[in-house]
């Protein structure tokens, strides 16, 4: 991109865009960010990219992309139970759409005022339509919650509902419906896929309570099998217990546990907690999470049904199941 439009694109779009912090001392303008971490804490990163047609419909609303561009990595912010700081914006751009910046930037800077993140730098380049987005975020070193902590006997914890966005999901793709949804529950679907809510306060407050945390990108199972890896350990769920919305309790029940086993994109925290802090993640996250299982020695996810089977889920296994 020729050096003054890529500049006053910055300039017009980014520069002042977010919450300006005490702890940048240099922001954008210059070769580097500088910036101040404080004592005691270590910096916590981690970068995604969208990429068109990829990750996102083309005709997405700019503001909606904006938003959800930053929330897929305040999400692992928060499933670290690190506190948001930074971000630098890598825009690739196939042409300069003044109404399609300032919607992108408008959803971008409204969910980083909600969690104090400042911009404080990027890359603004040409080509197909793409966005990575890289966040910092602070952590006590020995309290950041990892996928490796889980130990037998834990329970298994997750907050929200889940199957929401994989619903939505289909729904925009026309690939699914179902006659007892309502008009409201087909929107809050596809609002669950388009716009998810970060769960940083919870992750925040998990920190010296769970044993480990993930959050829900890719799928329960998926997600809570890299727990289970990383930790060297076996988990049991309980499919009754699994958490759904009002929309997808309307729908058949078995497709209901299967979007919330198996889809991705509600970027809700899955968390693990040892026995003795049990009695206090009930109180202090009432109604905002559901206990769904237990951590075992078995090495590899079961899940519980209804009539008290046990049926083993890994990979291929899921098929299986769902017959
Ligand atoms: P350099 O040539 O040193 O890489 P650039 O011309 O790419 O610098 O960028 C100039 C300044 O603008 C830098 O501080 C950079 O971090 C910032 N910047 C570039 N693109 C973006 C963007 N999309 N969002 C935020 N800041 C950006
Ligand atoms: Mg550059």
């Known amino acids: 991109m020729s050096a003054l439009s890529e500049f006053s694109i910055i300039q017009h779009y980014f520069e002042q865009l977010t919450p300006q912090r005490d702890d940048v001392l240099l922001g954008i303008g210059d070769d580097c960010a500088l910036l101040q971490c404080p004592a005691d804490h270590v910096v916590a990163v981690s970068i995604d990219t969208l990429v068109e047609g990829v990750h996102f419909f083309p005709d997405v609303s700019p503001e909606k992309l904006g ?138 407050n998990l920190l010296g309570l769970a044993s480990a945390a993930i959050d829900i990108s890719d799928g329960l199972l998926a997600d809570l099998g890299h727990i289970v890896e990383k930790s060297k350990v076996g988990a049991r769920l309980d499919l009754a217990k699994l958490p759904l919305s009002s929309a997808l309790s309307k729908i058949n029940r078995t497709t209901a546990q299967q979007f919330a086993l198996q889809s991705g994109d509600d970027y809700e925290l899955c968390f693990i907690v040892p026995p003795q802090h049990f009695g206090e993640v009930e109180k202090l996250f009432k109604g905002q999470c559901t206990r769904i299982g237990m951590i075992t020695d078995d090495q590899s996810i079961y899940v519980i049904d209804e009539n008290d089977n046990l049926t083993e889920l890994t990979g291929a296994g899921y098929d299986h199941f769902s017959s």
């Not at 929200?160 to 690939?175: E, I, P």
């Not at 007892?180 to 992750?203: A, C």
């Open 67 to 204: 938003y959800k561009s930053l929330a897929v990595g305040l999400s692992d912010l928060a499933a670290m139970g690190a506190t948001p700081a930074w971000f630098t914006l890598a825009l690739t751009l196939p042409r300069v759409n003044p109404d399609w910046l300032k919607g992108f930037s408008s959803g971008l800077a409204d969910l980083a005022k909600q969690h104090n993140i400042q911009l404080i730098g990027g890359d603004t380049t040409r080509g197909s339509l793409t966005i990575s987005i890289q966040v910092h975020g602070f952590v006590e070193p020995k309290k950041a919650l990892k996928r490796s902590g889980a130990q037998v006997g834990d329970l298994i914890y997750v907050t929200g509902s889940l199957g929401d966005a994989g619903a939505g999901l289909q729904l925009q793709l026309q690939q699914w419906d179902d006659e007892n949804l309502e008009k409201e529950d087909r929107h809050y679907l596809v609002q669950r896929l388009e716009q998810p809510s970060p769960r940083l306060t919870i992750g925040h």
